[in-house]
């Protein structure tokens, strides 16, 4: 049979299908796809929308304390003083040291599910992992409360002044609510999502770089570092959604950090997140300037979370583009 | 003729159930080219695989012995084996977030050899031996998978030769390639196989014909018939090699 080229269309040809698609006579498809559009662009002003709102809410406080609102120390509802600093400094230290601790972990678990252990192992342990981020925030909380806190009270604390007191880190009075129970409940709670996204990149690398490397002579961990290498986009996602949980966990983090405005480097010390004190004080809130604040403090939020995902997107996306064309 | 490998009672199974190969005894010669031909399932993948031991990677267990160079393969460690003994498999598969100079010189870095000066002659000398250097040598600083298919395969090939290995096996290198870059493969097959011993799996009957020297006719996961190419070719012993060659079943 002699192939004939004029039955594929070409790109005029091609156009036109596609607009003939968009202009479809079937009324089923036309519904169809007017239908999904309007479901992308709801999302799209829902966000534009809960922006407007929450600047159009915190107007008073933005007027009244203009850039201060983001640089003031000061928390004092009493004197209607509000100054976020300590609240911002609180809510991306105990999210940025969880992700420190949680990554690496989490890295380290995804690659023995993925790559190393047995099937019969690898399926319960990964329930058990995707177990862990069902468990409700107010349970991990409870748990920080009555085991947590008491045990690094007693022992995490006075083991770590005695050790490294010398450093402003370890420096302080063992309360056991503070800095640290956060950030050690925050990275359990981060690690589940971080691990199994990063699981399921692992798994969706093709079998044949690993053989690729093996057949180079790669020992089994070589060609786990080439595995890694090829899903680094995928784990940086990951590790933004982790961040994101972490930023914005406000349950859990309220239960055991302290609840106090206060920048201090000890990790001893309580602080405060702004979920947390959205949380806490908005029952509270009975000025108008007060409730104006806790609204601008949730238009921070929103916008930090905004800024972080847009640079992981550009991060992601520049590492893809230096790759595609040099 | 020198043998470099030689494979006596041969057997090959996927988790015990599945018995891959029976009984295979080939003696393979030096610095020729092995084509191993055979219809789908019949165990030419596996057995050039266990040649490198990457069927243990897909789960397999052999029993039997192979030895290369007189050493027996299964108390060699992996890892030194198979830079040995190198391999291009079927679909190509650069290293994509590696530049074509970085996936060429990946076998180089593994084994920890680092210094520029070194593994840049290496490079240069692989991809002209691959004869993907006059195409690639203005932009070895692109990622791999920029390239089309058939300059991809060209770089796994440069990328195995730059390990320096004696033996070569490919696995149907050429099946995902058009005409034109299947031609290219063939004609880099019939340069390397003086320095080199290629072992290369093939669906293609005239592919077989045009650039091996021996050829093994699998079935069932025996080998049926073992001999010089020309006479496979023209007078095969066996009926059975006669049928598939001549493209009556398979």
């Known amino acids: ?326 | 003729m020198e043998n470099i490998i030689s494979v006596k009672n041969l057997n090959a199974y996927y988790e015990k159930k599945s018995h891959v190969l029976k009984n295979v005894n080939i003696d393979i010669p030096r610095n020729k080219v092995l084509a191993i031909i055979g219809p789908s399932g019949c165990g030419k993948s596996t057995f050039i695989r266990c040649l490198n031991r990457m069927h243990e990677v897909v789960g397999g267990t052999i029993t039997g012995s192979i030895e290369l160079e007189g050493e027996d393969l299964m108390k060699t460690d992996p890892v030194l084996l198979r830079k040995k003994v190198g391999m291009v498999f079927q679909k190509p598969n650069p290293f994509p977030t590696m530049s074509i100079y970085n996936n060429v010189a990946a076998g180089l870095k593994l084994n920890g050899t680092r210094n520029k000066k070194t593994v840049a002659p290496i490079v240069e000398k692989s991809l002209k031996q691959a004869a993907l250097w006059d195409e690639v040598k203005d932009s070895l600083d692109i990622s791999g998978i920029n390239l089309s298919g058939g300059q991809q395969q060209r770089l796994c090939i440069a990328r195995t030769l730059a390990v320096d290995p004696n033996v070569i096996l490919m696995d149907e290198p050429a099946s995902a390639l058009d005409p034109i870059s299947t031609s290219k493969i063939e004609d880099l097959i019939f340069e390397l196989k003086n320095d080199y011993t290629i072992v290369i799996v093939t669906h293609n009957m005239q592919q077989a014909a045009r650039v091996s020297d021996y050829t093994a006719f699998f079935y069932m996961g025996e080998l049926v018939e073992f001999s010089e190419t020309r006479k496979m070719f023209t007078s095969p012993d066996n009926k059975k090699t006669e049928d598939y060659i001549s493209g009556r079943f398979g």
Do not use: C
């Open chain 1, 1 to 326: 049979m002699k192939f004939n080229r004029n039955v594929l269309p070409n790109k005029e040809e091609k156009k036109g299908l596609f607009k003939k698609i968009h202009l479809s006579n079937n009324i089923g498809d036309f519904v169809f796809e007017r239908l999904t559009l309007l479901f992308a662009v709801s999302v799209f002003l829902l966000v534009l929308l809960m922006g407007y709102e929450m600047y159009q809410s915190s107007k008073l406080s933005i007027d009244k304390f203009g850039l201060s609102f983001l640089s003031g120390s000061t928390w004092d509802p009493v004197k209607e003083i509000f100054g976020a600093l300590p609240i911002i400094y609180g809510t991306i230290v105990s999210s940025v040291l969880a992700l420190a601790i949680a990554l690496p972990l989490s890295i380290g678990v995804a690659v023995f599910l993925a790559e190393l252990a047995p099937s019969w192992l690898e399926k319960p342990l990964s329930f058990l992992v995707e177990l862990l981020a069902g468990i409700p925030s107010v349970v991990y909380g409870l748990w920080g409360v009555f085991v947590l806190v008491p045990w690094i009270r007693d022992y995490v604390e006075p083991y770590l002044s005695d050790k490294l007191g010398f450093l402003p880190f370890f420096n302080g009075a063992p309360y056991g609510f503070g800095l640290l129970a956060a950030v050690i409940i925050l990275s359990v709670m981060v690690l589940p999502i971080i691990t199994s996204i990063t699981r399921d990149v692992l798994k969706s690398v093709p079998a044949a770089q690993r053989e690729a490397a093996l057949a180079l002579g790669a020992t089994r961990w070589q060609a786990i570092k080439i595995v890694l290498a090829d899903s680094r986009s995928g784990i940086l996602g990951a590790t933004m959604l982790g961040l994101g949980r972490a930023i914005g966990e406000t349950m859990a983090v309220t239960m055991v950090i302290g609840n106090r405005a206060l920048i201090s480097p000890s990790l001893f010390d309580p602080s405060y997140t702004m979920a947390s004190v959205i949380a806490n004080e908005f029952t509270e809130a009975t000025s108008e300037l007060y409730l104006s604040s806790l609204v601008e403090l949730a238009l921070v939020l929103f916008v930090i979370t905004i800024i972080i995902n847009g640079l992981a997107r550009l991060l992601v996306w520049s590492m893809d583009r230096k790759w595609r064309r040099g």
